[in-house]
């Protein structure tokens, strides 16, 4: 690992351990969080998280785009090709809103609207980290994209066992309750190494752009535990019973 690098590790410890510790986000990584809550966070999570994936695709492509044009042509290939690996995800999320809602249906007896969720606006979070990333690669340095990916992305290697483990415990055999959050578990591994392979490489070649990095990197963990830290109060939300009218 080169030293640069290692810095930006240094840099982004506190962040990741803010995350970690966000007092809305971690009860949902405690092994005893009650089913019913995680449950409907998953639902808040799913509905409005394609509104984070989305354009996830374009993201990368357009960042890879950029820096073409920047004369960065090796990367702007790299990033390009692992653009399509992200095509359609959030298609995926909208498949784990109707199973949940069918399954909370036959779990609960009670109907959910989550045709109603995934046709919502998106949360005011999720726009945050769209324009983070529209700001970047349209930017001076459009492969500040390589900090936003490798920070999410290595989200589904650290914190994803720990959700998956509280799925299986809370859906059972229902596998298609999380198929999203399944498959990047499985897939983020290597994410991760890429996208830390190419931002080694950038900060070596330009040592100057650590700050840059570091500051994008915190910003794109920033957002994305806002946007969990939401989803959960909706969850909350929506569990508190409805006022008996006077």
């Not at 509905?47 to 920047?70: F, K, P, Q, S």
Request: hydrophobic content about 45%; glycine content about 8%.
């Amino acid at each position: 690992m080169s030293s640069k690098l290692n810095e930006y590790e240094a840099a982004l410890q506190e962040s990741r351990e803010q995350f970690r510790t966000d007092p809305v986000v971690f009860p949902l990584f405690a092994p005893d969080v009650d089913d019913r809550l995680f449950a409907r966070w998953m639902l808040r999570w799913s509905a409005h998280g394609i509104h984070m994936t989305h354009d996830v695709e374009r993201w990368i492509a357009g960042a890879g785009e950029a820096c073409g044009n920047l004369g960065m042509d090796k990367l702007a290939k790299a990033l390009k090709a692992h653009s399509r690996a992200e095509a359609g995800h959030d298609t995926m999320m909208v498949d784990d809103v109707i199973a949940i809602s069918d399954w909370w249906l036959r779990t609960y007896g009670e109907p959910v609207d989550g045709e109603g969720l995934l046709a919502a606006p998106a949360l005011a979070s999720a726009g945050f980290y769209a324009r983070l990333h529209e700001q970047v690669i349209t930017g001076p340095t459009p492969f500040a994209q390589l900090a936003i990916e490798y920070e999410i992305e290595r989200l589904s290697v650290t914190i994803g066992p720990d959700l998956m483990t509280t799925c299986e415990r809370v859906f059972g055999a229902n596998t298609s309750c999380y198929s999203f959050l399944a498959e990047h578990v499985e897939l983020d591994a290597g994410h991760t190494a890429f996208n830390q392979r190419q931002l080694g490489g950038i900060l070596d070649e330009r040592p100057e752009e650590l700050t840059t990095m570091v500051e994008t990197g915190r910003a794109a963990l920033a957002s994305y535990a806002a946007f969990m830290a939401e989803c959960a109060q909706l969850a909350k939300g929506d569990l508190e019973p409805e006022p008996v009218p006077a």
